[in-house]
């Protein structure tokens, strides 16, 4: 742009001679001729950026960022602990907030088509609205849902009728989860689809929603309440969420970005006799933390072998180590999130009982504790998509530590209340 | 850390996991270090309160909402607040006295190294003399190089204002500098060569 709108304001017109001479490195003088008319007090104004540009970036030494971090770990909360009769379920989105979220950017529209028709007393489709996969009704749910999405695609609001039916499954999947229900593949399936649905119409405001119920979801997945074939399928679309999100969200600077920017500016810095520290020998991993997490345990803990794969579920190529039926391996590894940070957290290091224990020794006669599934036990096999309580193999490193120790703790118990106990 | 691997780890933090917390740590913990120190000109300090910051954060963390902000806008409204915390205990604020107080090297035969030293100082000073909002704009926009929006969503404020702001901003520092009697035009010159 050499010759600038005449109704530019001297506020634009810094602006982009700043931006000109910071991030496209043009000269001061290139940046001055552009424009004439303000060249005068331009001039000093940049300048005096030239200058403060150059102050040197001060940095923080290793060795007390390392030991600030050690200081901070040990005031951070323990994790909140799940009691092992406690049944994992997932996380509940609040409606009201959810609701309200999607009101603010959405078509009213089509809220008021929706709100009418179900609140206005609709009849059988009212009476819908609150059903979930496995009822009767809800075919009846989703065919008028699709009537809505046909309606709304005349309305051109798509993306807000996306985003909402998101928000529908997910909430569909929580309330069978909190019913203790198993989760049938078709559910899963419609999340999936209307998650890469919306997400591919939404705006900015609504991919930060989504990435919230990616986040819950996740949890999920921690909980084991995902079963293994959609937790691939769930990799892939956080995986490409997080690509296209990089794409269109605002870039900051990143960390490695500064330290590269600061070797440079350090070497004119203006302060080149101030002392030196070593700059942190540790920039953040810039791989996605949850995907090579989720992805290790996946390799590392399948199926239990009584599970048998249904010819429904599409097999996904990611979940190539997850669906073999080798039997359960006792140990998953620590997820990688761990191993990407400097400093191991030793209340995380927990010794479990492994299959070759015989864990009928550690537990005798306590129906109240919930074991893992025996592969060998001959007993009716589980369902395919077990209820969230049961679904073990994949249990949090958390849960597995107080299962041990308080199966263990209730074994020594019982030995010392019984007199006749060797 | 892109926004998306930002906002996992945050929920991650949220629920307790010390390592996501952590990781964020990592990230941000220079920034805040550096915004610190151009605000204090003074390293111990800086450090002490970089540690505040982030025992602050930790306990702040359960109550945090994204807001669709950068997690590090959030850790620079803490940082701001402990500045603040920090000159009302203090009862100290650099004074117009400081810059006055400061030889001023105008003739370029000087020892380069001591000119650098001197220009640094009376430079910092002279930030240090601008408000609040111009120090941050100054700080962030000039000295840490962050792009106009990028200030705009860190400070929690429009494009425009950010524009005004930076303008005002520089106006004053330089009039400062001017008044100093540093000609940064030579000393530019000098720097260069």
């Not at chain 1, 506020?11 to 004439?36: F, W």
């Not at chain 2, 807001?67 to 500045?83: K, M, N, S, V």
Request: aromatic content about 6%.
């Amino acid at each position: 742009m050499n010759t600038p709108a005449p109704t530019l304001s001297f506020d634009d017109t810094l602006n982009l001679s700043l931006q000109a001479l910071l991030h496209e490195r043009e000269s001061l003088e290139t940046c001055l001729e552009k424009y004439p008319q303000y060249a005068a007090e331009l001039k000093p104004l940049l300048q005096t950026v030239l200058l403060t540009q150059r102050l040197k970036k001060p940095v923080m030494s290793a060795a007390r960022v390392d030991a600030l971090q050690e200081r901070l770990m040990q005031a951070f909360p323990d994790a909140p602990v799940q009691h092992e009769t406690e049944t994992p379920t997932l996380p509940v989105r609040r409606p009201v907030m959810i609701f309200a979220a999607w009101m603010g950017r959405s078509a009213a529209i089509v809220a008021l088509i929706l709100l009418a028709t179900f609140g206005a007393g609709g009849g059988t489709v009212a009476a819908s609205a609150n059903s979930v996969p496995g009822e009767t009704l809800y075919t009846i749910k989703r065919a008028w849902e699709d009537l809505i999405l046909l309606f709304t695609s005349l309305i051109g609001r798509m993306d807000d009728m996306h985003l909402h039916l998101a928000h529908v499954r997910w909430e569909e999947l929580q309330t069978l989860s909190q019913r203790e229900q198993p989760i049938p593949d078709s559910a899963w399936q419609s999340f999936m689809q209307t998650f890469k649905a919306a997400y591919q119409q939404a705006d900015e405001n609504a991919q930060n929603d989504l990435i919230q119920v990616l986040a819950d979801v996740e949890v999920a997945v921690n909980q084991a309440a995902l079963p293994p074939t959609y937790r691939a399928d769930l990799i892939a679309i956080v995986d490409q969420t997080r690509r296209e999100t990089t794409d269109t969200l605002l870039t900051v600077q990143t960390p490695a970005a500064t330290q590269e920017a600061e070797t440079t500016q350090d070497a004119a810095a203006i302060e080149a006799v101030e002392s030196t520290e070593i700059p942190t020998s540790s920039p953040v991993p810039t791989e996605p933390l949850m995907i090579v997490s989720t992805v290790t345990e996946l390799v590392v803990t399948s199926a239990p072998p009584t599970r048998t794969p249904t010819p429904s579920r599409t097999p996904t190529p990611s979940l190539t180590p997850s669906s073999t039926s080798t039997p359960l391996t006792p140990l998953p590894s620590p997820p990688a999130t761990y191993t990407r940070l400097p400093l191991s957290i030793p209340s995380q290091v927990i010794v479990l009982p492994t299959q070759t224990q015989d864990s009928s020794s550690l537990v005798p006669n306590k129906p109240d504790v919930p074991l893992p599934p025996d592969p060998g036990s001959g007993e009716e096999d589980p369902p395919l998509v077990p209820p969230m309580g049961t679904f073990d193999p994949i249990i949090r490193p958390t849960m597995r530590a107080v299962y041990a120790t308080q199966t263990a703790l209730a074994n020594g118990a019982e030995q010392s209340a019984t007199p006749d106990s060797p | 850390m892109d926004r998306v691997e930002e906002q996992l780890l945050v929920a991650q933090a949220k629920r307790g996991e010390r390592e996501a917390f952590a990781a964020l740590y990592q990230a941000h913990v220079q920034a805040i270090f550096r915004y610190l120190v151009h605000r204090l000109n003074d390293r111990e300090i800086a450090d002490d309160l970089t540690g505040d910051v982030f025992v602050r954060a930790i306990e702040g963390l359960k109550d945090y909402t994204d807001t669709g902000r950068p997690f590090l806008a959030w850790l620079y409204r803490i940082a701001h607040a402990r500045l603040v915390d920090h000159y009302r205990r203090t009862s100290r604020r650099p004074t117009e006295a400081d810059v006055d107080d400061v030889p001023i090297p105008v003739e370029m035969d000087w020892d380069e190294r001591m000119l650098r030293q001197q220009a640094a100082t009376v430079l910092r000073t002279a930030i240090s003399q601008l408000t609040d909002e111009q120090q941050d704009v100054v700080i962030l926009r000039f000295v840490e190089g962050h792009r106009l929006e990028a200030v705009a969503q860190l400070l929690g404020k429009n494009a425009n204002a950010i524009k005004a702001l930076q303008h005002r901003a520089l106006k004053a520092l330089e009039a400062r500098l001017r008044r100093t009697g540093l000609d940064i035009e030579a000393l530019l010159a000098g720097l260069s060569s």
